[in-house]
């Protein structure tokens, strides 16, 4: 066969794959998947930050990568039980009181109900939807704009304490709406609403794992969580009182997590303290602690199973009562500001406020508006003693 011949076979044959090719292909799921993969729009790799990306989140550990654990230690955060608060006697009573008849008992069947759900509670979700709902109290309090909300990432916090670490993400917290505290709180505490403007700071977060997985990770967890809630209640107690009297504040509960795989609970206090000689962890000037108050595998027995239950429920009321006492003191201190502002003296007009500019007061025209702010301040400021909090990181 010469060169020719050649030429002319190799030719027929692809003319031939073609038309073979050119035939409708069999309507399969495989080919189907194929044709959707092929018709899909190319996506582009982004070169721009994601919206939701802070300097803390940036080229940082993770809450599930190994390194999390050091940095948090780097950071000043321990998940030691060797530093005690010093209201663990009041805390612990409190945990362990008596259910009231709005948060009633299980039977038996429940019990065995639960002991059948813990075998498929494979992953964190089913842990929280099949028996965190069963043995939680509603967080519904009639009157209160308090309710829960579930994963939301704290993308607003950036402090020492989130340093190298991506932005906290409790699996539920219990919290007030941002409605229910003083206007424009979020000009002066920004750290107040870590993941919406829409909601504040909880006292109470909970993280879940599935049933055959250890506590290790999820009490890591929220050693992160609490150490930025009793940070944002320090900014607060700050901003009110000034960090002259942070003594009444140091080695006191201003957070309550709940560390949860469906049998294995874990309930921890969380407080903060100085650290004046800088030796510990750095050169951080205040540590943030976790106490673990409740640590015992729930799923022995129906007795046990009862202790464990009535521990959660009192938790969800303790951070309940933080929340409340932390938006009792801001509004305290909000109506005193507004009081010390009506009774501010005008400005009178003499010659010397003429030269500073200063207008003259309206008293005689029969009105009496509110008075106006120093001209450097901001908009929204409403008075002489409103200043943003700061913290000496």
């Not at 929340?323 to 003499?350: F, G, K, N, S, V």
């Not at 001209?375 to 000496?392: F, H, I, L, M, Q």
Request: proline share 7%; hydrophobic share 30%.
């Amino acid at each position: 066969m010469d060169v020719t011949d050649k030429e002319q076979q190799t030719g027929s044959s692809v003319r031939q794959s073609r038309r073979l090719s050119a035939k409708r292909a069999p309507l399969t799921s495989t080919n189907l998947r194929q044709l959707t993969r092929e018709m899909a729009p190319k996506r582009k790799q982004s070169t721009e930050a994601s919206p939701e990306t802070t300097l803390s989140n940036t080229n940082s550990e993770t809450t599930t990568t190994k390194g999390f654990g050091r940095q948090l230690d780097k950071n000043g955060v321990s998940d030691s039980d060797f530093v005690v608060p010093s209201d663990l006697a009041a805390i612990t009573e409190s945990l362990k009181k008596e259910l009231t008849l709005d948060s009633p008992t299980p039977d038996l069947k429940k019990f065995l109900y639960y002991k059948q759900t813990l075998r498929f509670a494979h992953t964190e979700m089913k842990t929280q939807c099949r028996i965190w709902t069963n043995l939680a109290n509603d967080c519904y309090h009639e009157g209160e704009d308090y309710t829960d909300y579930h994963n939301h990432s704290w993308t607003l916090l950036d402090n020492l304490t989130t340093n190298g670490i991506s932005s906290a993400k409790p699996d539920i917290v219990e919290a007030f709406r941002a409605k229910s505290y003083p206007p424009d709180l979020g000009d002066v505490l920004p750290g107040m609403f870590p993941a919406s403007p829409e909601w504040a700071m909880p006292s109470l977060a909970v993280e879940f794992k599935e049933a055959k997985i250890g506590l290790p990770r999820a009490d890591l967890q929220c050693a992160y969580d609490g150490a930025l809630m009793v940070r944002g209640a320090m900014e607060a107690y700050i901003y009110m009182y000034g960090e002259d009297t942070l003594d009444q504040f140091w080695d006191k509960t201003k957070a309550i997590t709940i560390a949860f795989n469906g049998d294995h609970l874990k309930i921890s206090a969380h407080f903060a303290k100085p650290n004046p000689a800088r030796q510990y962890r750095g050169d951080h000037k205040i540590l943030f602690y976790q106490y673990a108050i409740v640590d015992r595998i729930i799923a022995s027995d129906y007795d046990v199973f009862l202790d464990g239950l009535k521990f959660i429920r009192n938790a969800q009321e303790k951070g309940y009562e933080l929340a409340c006492d932390l938006r009792r003191q801001l509004w305290e201190h909000y109506t005193e500001e507004e009081a010390a502002r009506a009774t501010t003296p005008e400005t009178p007009l003499t010659e010397d406020n003429v030269a500073m500019n200063v207008p003259p007061s309206p008293a005689s025209e029969g009105s009496t508006p509110p008075p106006k702010a120093p001209e450097n301040a901001s908009r929204k400021t409403r008075g002489p003693t409103r200043k943003k909090a700061r913290v000496d990181k």
